[in-house]
T-cell receptor, first 112, second 112 residues
Framework: DGGITQSPKYLFRKEGQNVTLSCEQN?????MYWYRQDPGQGLRLIYYSQIVNDFQKGDIAEGYSVSREKKESFPLTVTSAQKNPTAFYLC???????????FGPGTRLTVT | QKEVEQDPGPLSVPEGAIVSLNCTYS??????FMWYRQYSRKGPELLMY????GNKEDGRFTAQVDKSSKYISLFIRDSQPSDSATYLCAMSRTGGYQKVTFGTGTKLQVIP
């Protein structure tokens, strides 16, 4: 059963702590993406990766970091430098030369 | 001015009604157009994917693209309570990897 999994569904952290969000796909897609969704702002691209060991900053990369050591996995770390980390985080993937992005179920991060 | 504009709603319709959801955009380079459905606290699900101008039909859903007016629409026939969700339009340019730009979403409620 192919798809994208994100874990955990809900995550709570104290301010000043780094936190890593998991994203795994078994669709054999080359490209993977991280978005942030806030009310009234739509989806904003944080980072994307077209191939293993390569990734690019999106529109709002400050305070975030990623790695792409395996084709199936694209974890996102929200660092303490991110000023407003509380949000709904969505991971997506696509066949590299295609434009259809398929999304995971999301992780809701709350930082207090 | 945002590249993609979408009325946030909410839009309330009775069950069985025809629903029209719309987006306007400013970038004439956009060639690929998508509609996603997002249920509350879930990841977006790809509904329709079209290239350039014209219509595309899939079951109760019809996507229309009018590039001359920079206007895209999603029509839902015989709307059902299960169609209640937020609908996101998205679009991208041609050639290799291109960033997808999302609208902010229109919230639809279909009342039984």
């Amino acid at each position: 059963d192919g798809g994208i999994t994100q874990s955990p569904k809900y995550l709570f952290r104290k301010e000043g702590q780094n936190v890593t969000l998991s994203c795994e796909q078994n669709l054999n897609h080359d490209a993977m993406y991280w978005y942030r969704q806030d009310p009234g702002q739509g989806l904003r691209l944080i980072y994307y990766s077209q191939i293993v060991n390569d990734f690019q900053k999106g529109d709002i990369a400050e305070g975030y970091s990623v790695s792409r050591e395996k084709k199936e996995s694209f974890p996102l770390t929200v660092t303490s430098a991110q000023k407003n980390p509380t949000a709904f985080y969505l991971c997506a993937s696509s066949i590299a030369q295609d434009y259809e992005q398929y999304f995971g179920p999301g992780t809701r991060l709350t930082v207090t | 001015q945002k590249e993609v504009e979408q009325d946030p709603g909410p839009l309330s319709v009775p069950e069985g009604a025809i629903v029209s959801l719309n987006c306007t955009y400013s970038n004439s380079a956009f060639q690929y157009f998508m509609w996603y459905r997002q249920y509350s606290r879930k990841g977006p699900e790809l509904l329709m994917y079209t290239y350039s101008s014209g219509n595309k039909e899939d079951g109760r859903f019809t996507a229309q693209v009018d590039k001359s007016s920079k206007y895209i629409s999603l029509f839902i026939r015989d709307s059902q309570p299960s169609d209640s969700a937020t609908y996101l339009c998205a679009m991208s340019r041609t050639g290799g990897y291109q960033k997808v730009t999302f609208g902010t979403g229109t919230k639809l409620q279909v009342i039984p």
